[in-house]
């Protein structure tokens, strides 16, 4: 399992920030986990998974207007 990198168009300005702060998104399916600098909302991550929703610890689905807290982990998972 490793990290990538995926580029997103961000839905606000991107400012700098430090290395830590960073969202995280684990894929369940294959336990994929990536990283994305800066601010990002549900709506940027579905671009490259479509077909899946993104649900917070509390397996809440999101709504894709949604931005997504630093140093916090939230799930893509297939939706059927």
């Known amino acids: 399992m490793g990290n990538a990198w995926r580029r997103l168009q961000p839905s606000v300005a991107v400012e700098e920030f430090e290395e830590e702060d960073v969202v995280k998104v684990v894929k369940v399916n294959d336990g994929e986990v990536f990283e994305y600098p800066g601010p990002v909302f ?7 998974f479509q077909g899946y929703v993104v649900l917070n610890r509390s397996a809440t689905v ?10 916090e982990t939230y799930y893509l998972v297939p939706h059927f």
């Open 42 to 48: 549900v709506e940027d991550l579905m671009y490259g």
């Open 62 to 71: 999101l709504p894709p207007d949604t931005q997504l807290d630093f140093n």
